[in-house]
């Protein structure tokens, strides 16, 4: 397997899926591990089935998560691939959860990643949540937080508006940003 610079191959742990292959690798903002396993192709995500992920997750996220992103598509090989990312609120900060399948020939690879907040949490957010208070006075806690995918939903524990991909860019060793930089080694590497 090919992994983004900074990975270190991790020993198996025995719940771990046969075959399974870890790597971790932690900045200064975020711990991040990041396993590959085989699964079942009947068990794999619909990889034309994008909208029914999305109106899947919206229906059985738990109050501490929301969602953050649902893609689809082909990689630079042109496997089919679809994930999802969804953050988890946990007494240590953020959790950033990825769900990747790849169609591979006869066979599906599932990645499966967690990407934690580490050291001072909440950075991102106030920078960003300040940002967005200057530029316009009537900015408030209910326009901070949006789903990406239904605006109808009711007030809750939804993304906020520092997670937004635009700011990646800004916060490179965030949880997220480490997660979406992942996802698009992957997107580009296989």
């Known amino acids: 397997m090919i992994v983004p610079e900074g990975y270190q191959k991790l020993k198996a742990l025995p719940e771990d899926p046969e075959g399974c292959i870890t790597y971790g690798k932690q900045t200064e903002q975020a711990l991040c591990m990041v396993s590959f396993f085989q699964i079942n192709p009947a068990e794999a995500m619909d990889f034309n089935g994008k909208e029914d992920l999305i109106h899947g997750i ?16 082909k990689l630079i090989s042109g496997k089919p691939f679809i994930y999802s990312v969804i953050k988890t609120q ?31 949490s909440g950075q991102r957010d106030a920078a ?9 006075s009537d900015f408030s806690q209910d326009d901070w937080f949006q789903d990406p995918y239904d605006s109808t939903l009711p007030p809750g524990f939804k993304m906020n508006l520092s997670e937004q991909a635009k700011f990646d860019e800004y916060f490179p060793e965030h949880p997220l940003s480490q997660c979406r930089q992942f996802i698009e080694f992957i997107k580009k590497n296989y």
């Open 58 to 73: 919206h229906r059985t996220v738990a109050e501490n998560q929301a969602l953050i992103e649902v893609d689809s598509g």
């Open 90 to 120: 946990r007494e240590e900060g953020m959790q950033y959860f990825l769900l990747m399948h790849i169609k591979w020939y006869d066979s599906v690879i599932a990645v499966s990643g967690y990407f934690d907040e580490y050291g001072i």
């Open 128 to 136: 960003v949540y300040e940002l967005y208070s200057r530029e316009n």
